[in-house]
């Protein structure tokens, strides 16, 4: 390939990658494939292409990303971008009820920030005070509780799929029949709709 067509074409995907950002907005959901041997179990039990997920945070203009992954925490969207599953895009959705209260969010998150990441998967999992949360029973309940879901909410967990696996995952304590929430249930809840693939 010319090298002068080479860089049109890098101009162009540049443009066209930051003109997608700049239709992000404080509150859409990320969700995310990433590889690592629990996130293809989590594929795999919720047939998903998705095993991460965050929510879209922005300070002074900067397009952020809150997530609960090690800790609650909230990094760049390039640095979220770079963890995508090789050939994989994160999928970008909007809650339709847009009514919520965006300074009422921004401030729950902050609460939030470095509390611990539960690989327990255990709904109303504490370490000491704090509340240890995973990525999408985080995002679940930040926006929760300014009733915005009609269809979404806490399933029982079965894992039920490759259940020697989990079992290993959770050294015998798995909890089947317990409290969850995945990235697949907002991916297919009828209370998002899509907006853009990055």
């Known amino acids: 390939m010319p ?28 969700l995310q494939p990433l590889n690592c041997w629990s996130c293809g179990l989590i594929e795999a039990q ?10 879209i945070y922005k300070v002074e203009g900067e397009v952020l990303v809150a997530e609960a992954l090690n800790k609650v925490r909230v990094l760049s969207l390039k640095e979220f971008l770079k963890r995508n599953k090789k050939g994989r895009k994160a999928k970008v959705i909007r809650i339709k009820n847009q009514k919520f209260n965006t300074r009422l969010m921004l401030e729950h998150i902050n609460e939030l920030i470095g509390h611990p990441y539960d690989n327990a998967f255990r709904w109303d999992n504490y370490v000491g005070e704090k509340e240890s949360m995973y990525c999408s029973e985080f995002v679940y309940k930040i926006l929760v509780n300014q009733n915005l879901f009609k269809t979404l909410s806490p399933k029982r967990m079965t894992f039920n799929i ?12 798995t909890p089947r029949g317990e409290l ?13 709709y899509d907006i853009l693939f990055l």
Do not use: C, T
């Open 46 to 55: 919720e047939n998903s292409e998705f095993s991460h997920m965050g929510i």
């Open 180 to 192: 969850g929430i995945s990235p697949e249930d907002f991916n297919k809840s009828s209370d998002f």
């Open 162 to 173: 490759n259940p020697e696996a989990w079992d290993r995952y959770f050294h015998g304590n």
């Open 3 to 30: 090298i002068f067509l080479a860089i049109i074409i890098s101009i162009f995907g540049a443009v066209k990658s930051q003109a997608n950002i700049s239709k992000l907005q404080v509150g859409d959901i990320i």
